[in-house]
């Protein structure tokens, strides 16, 4: 594993687990095995380094959801949970912590925020054979809150929004 990989994963374990503003560079040259030297040629800095965590982030995870019908998407959720741990979305969470205010960041969460919208989009359009924007919205908002509420009640709310998300699209297929 090349060293920039290396620290990629090393920051987003990381920063997952504790968050943007409290991890320190000692805590991620400690957990990469790198001087902070060394951090610095492969990352740029703390910010730029966030920012290539979640552009790889975003990466596994539209994979993981490239699906074709609704139920998909929350059975993908589900795995998502079960695999990477219920602590919500690292997007919404690296934005909460810096208010917006950190360009790098700002900049990968809304595009990937963007990109997964459109996604959710198409693949309501796939499962209900039109584009339903109205439901779209609904799925996309039960498939965020599922990833904040299994924070604290583990994957029984993916499974709640999962059952919820099946009678919408039930109504819209009515």
Known sequence: MDMTRKLTAAAERLFDRHGYMATGIDR????????????YKH?????ALMARVLTERERRFMARIDVRTIDALFAAL?????????????????RAETGGDTPEIAEAVALHKDAFHERVGEVVA????????ALAEQVLVLFEGATHAAVYR???????????????LERARA
């Open 28 to 39: 991620l040259t400690e957990a990469a095995g790198m001087s902070s030297r060394t951090l």
């Open 154 to 168: 583990g994957a029984d709310a993916v499974s709640a929004a999962r059952a919820a998300a099946a009678v919408l």
């Open 126 to 133: 796939m499962d209900l054979g039109r584009e339903d924007p």
């Open 43 to 47: 990352a740029g800095s703390k910010a």
């Open 78 to 94: 589900e795995d998502w949970v079960r695999v990477e741990g219920c602590r919500g979305c690292l997007f919404l969470r690296s």
